[in-house]
């Protein structure tokens, strides 16, 4: 059971493998509360599936924090790029980070499911990218998405499960009916 939290968080970090619906969650929850919501992947890739500079891709962050002073959401792991910039007790980081932690099953089915209909769709993501048919075949997990999340799921189970067990500030949520109980908490 999900504990109501003494006050509700106004700056939420949302992380968590490819598939686990990190986005959906930060839109819904930006809504509930009323706050700004910022994508990271839309702020770490730029067009052509390339990288943005660090640097911009940070201060751009910082921006975002400062324009939205009464709260954000933001989602996506980047914590490779990140500098612990989000994490909580740091100068502007998340009052909390909620961890989805679902089974490997249920990520992987919504990450196939996504990854086709978006690519049948050709639906644009971040600065006009789309999903490339070639990285299907791919065993590069930089280039295979459903590789690179098989593989995230255990290494981010590595990192967040000691905070999760020690933090009051990793909310960890594993499956769907954990994510509704702590919405609640939010209404």
Known sequence: MISEPATRPQRIWIVGVSGSGK?????HVAQTLGVAHLELDAVFWQE???FRDIDIAQQTIV???EQ???GWVMDGNWTNR??????PGQPGG???????DHPRYVTMTRLITRTVVRRITQKPLWHGNTERIRGWFSANPDKNIVIFAWRQHKTLRERWSPLAATEPWVIRLCGQRQVKQWLATLN
């Open 23 to 27: 986005t959906t969650l930060a839109r």
């Open 48 to 50: 052509n599936w390339t």
């Open 63 to 65: 921006k975002f924090c």
């Open 68 to 70: 939205h002073p009464q």
């Open 82 to 87: 990140l500098d612990g910039m989000l994490t």
């Open 94 to 100: 998340a009052d909390v980070i909620v961890w989805l």
